[in-house]
């Protein structure tokens, strides 16, 4: 019953929608360690039995807080194969540059992964928190691989191009760059990657204009 | 100092090679929250002491168990590159399969990603330990990204193919799969990745006999 929205009421939802804005503007300037729960039902101005009713742990309202906040990346699909990847993966990436700065905005070059790496390391610690971070992702991936197996379709990437690995070599490349080596990923990267992963397509070889 | 091994005194490697044995093979049977240094010690047969001067936490000692087996994958550069890809990618995901069990051997279908997320969100957390990982990485990648820049010299992949990218989106889809997805990343994962990654390259067209 927790994890179920009760759609009919917008009650609710507006105050979920409260407490979710104060989560996220408190998570990223504190950071993961200092984020507390309290600090957020104080904030939003709810109780805090309101809050925790929903949302029964840090983790658990951390990971409500970046479900919405990558829910709200759109994929555009204008048939541009290049130009709808690379709009798409750049908002990703500033999703994920935002993250990684959660609660050291004064850091500019600090490279840590921060806040997604505490996510996925409570993803593997409880099972639950796992559970939601997995589907949170497969229902969010479609999307994106959506408009990467219509490309294949109309032939604008090659026949033997899985539409899911590939999705996963994008997103994977930006996610081991914050994750693993620590290096930046602005839009610059994003274009590389693009060129890359495009090359010898027939996409790459012909842009429409 | 602590970082600098002194190659000159076999004696201080015999200790280290003990300590990290032991370490491998506890932190695989125990997982992460359970393992400790001492257990490490006493497994040894070495004085605490001497194990807390090299490694000073257990996020360091982790840490270089982990290096130790990433540089014990050899990358074979054969001139097929489809099939020097898939023996590389093979073993890098069978290590992290084997991180990811640590502690949960009896877990068949976990998927949880275990000691790696807890290796990255400890890179995440301490200065000094992200530090030592992107080294690590940085090091080690310089290798496979070299098998794939000689492949593009002769002409095995395309031109604007960024190696050093085209690694990002390998390794990445791996770790994509262990850290954020959870789903399996088995040899037949790996023959997707590589059919994907190399898919309409003159390498993945021609392929030597």
């Given at each position: 019953m927790v994890e179920e929205k009760r759609r009919g009421r917008p009650r609710d939802e507006q105050v979920d929608g409260r407490i979710l804005d104060a989560a996220l503007e408190l998570v990223l300037a504190e950071?993961?360690?200092?984020?507390s729960p309290d600090g957020v039902a104080a904030k939003a101005g709810v109780a805090k039995t309101t809050l925790y009713r929903r949302w029964p742990t840090k983790d658990h309202l951390i990971l409500a807080v970046v479900t919405r906040m990558q829910n709200e990346v759109e994929v555009t699909d204008t048939g541009d194969l290049p130009r709808d990847l690379t709009r798409y993966l750049d908002e990703i990436a500033a999703g994920l540059n935002r993250m990684r700065k959660a609660g050291r905005p004064?850091?500019?070059g600090d490279q840590s992964a921060g806040l997604i790496a505490e996510i996925a390391a409570a993803a593997a610690r409880h099972a639950d928190i796992g559970a939601v971070v997995r589907q949170m992702f497969a229902l969010r991936n479609k999307v994106p691989i959506g408009l990467l197996a219509r490309a294949r379709e109309r032939?604008?990437?090659?026949?033997?191009?899985?539409p899911e690995v590939l999705f996963e070599q994008l997103a994977g490349a930006l996610y081991y760059r914050v994750l693993?080596?620590?290096?930046p990923i602005g839009p610059a990267y994003v274009q590389r990657l693009v060129t890359t992963a495009l090359s010898a397509t027939p996409a790459a070889n012909r842009r429409k204009s």
């Open positions: 950071g993961y360690d200092r984020f004064q850091l500019a032939g604008d990437l090659p026949e033997d191009v899985d693993i080596t620590g290096s």
